[in-house]
């Protein structure tokens, strides 16, 4: 079976722009999380969608915005690109959203999107 | 606040030495705990998990963990390492009733042959 995935794989954006990442979460997942990584540091959480409502959202500018499609695929957008934004943006899935009698459910995690702002 | 600390940068041990990464955390209720590797251009792997019950956690590739609530730590360890340890590794604190996670900023494992 085919682990999560993200495209593309690296990105060089400009200051200004705009970026669309893409995942595709493991077959039969129903809850997408998105990750930025940035270099020498641990993944800051984005955001959790569930059944394609927004079950969480992290401490990041209304720059970012993400969506899930009815096949749970997801897309993370992010405007106005900064040149703190370039990371490695990651996405996770899990079987369900939120919690399981209060634990959080196992995250699968993508290679991820690198994303340079120059 | 919710916090994950990973004191160690980068380690460096030879292949067949012992290992300890250490991580401590800060949260005010029992914490769901994960460690995690991270290989160049891969995606973060799970290790292993602690949520409840025997504090020893065993997990894949040989590691394991042990939960210590008086010290808050949460330390990895491995008896033997080998040269495909070698990785980015990354303590994580999951947030009770969400699935988000917190990950400390990550120890840097070199194996020298």
């Known amino acids: 079976d085919a682990g999560v995935t993200q495209s593309p794989t690296h990105l060089i954006k400009t200051r200004g722009q705009h970026v669309t990442l893409r995942c595709s979460p493991i077959s039969g997942h129903k809850s997408v999380s998105w990750y930025q990584q940035v270099l020498g540091q641990g993944p800051q959480f984005i955001f959790q969608?569930?059944?394609?409502?927004?079950?969480g959202r992290g401490n990041f500018p209304d720059r970012f915005s993400a969506r899930q499609f009815p096949n749970y695929s997801s897309e993370l957008n992010v405007n106005a690109l900064l040149l703190g934004d370039s990371a490695l943006y990651l996405c996770?899935?899990?079987?369900?959203?939120?919690?399981?009698?209060?634990?959080?459910?196992?995250?699968?995690f993508g290679p991820g999107t690198r994303l340079t702002v120059t | 606040a919710q916090s994950v600390t990973q004191p160690d940068i980068h380690i460096t041990v030879s292949e067949g030495a012992s290992l300890e990464l250490r991580c401590n955390y800060s949260?005010?209720?029992?914490?769901?705990l994960f460690w995690y590797v991270q290989s160049p251009g891969q995606g973060l792997q799970l290790l292993l998990k602690?949520?409840?019950?025997?504090?020893l956690v065993q997990g894949i590739k040989g590691f394991e963990a042990e939960f210590k609530r008086s010290q808050s730590s949460f330390n990895l360890r491995k008896p033997s390492v080998h040269w495909s340890d070698a990785a980015e590794y990354f303590c994580?604190?999951?947030?009770?009733?969400?699935?988000?996670?917190?990950f400390g900023t990550g120890t840097r494992l070199q194996v020298f042959p």
């Open positions: 602690y949520f409840s019950g025997d504090t």
């Open positions: 996770a899935s899990s079987l369900e959203g939120g919690s399981l009698r209060g634990r959080p459910h196992e995250q699968y």
């Open positions: 994580a604190v999951g947030v009770r009733l969400s699935d988000k996670l917190i």
């Open positions: 969608y569930y059944e394609k409502e927004e079950r």
């Open positions: 949260y005010g209720a029992t914490p769901y």
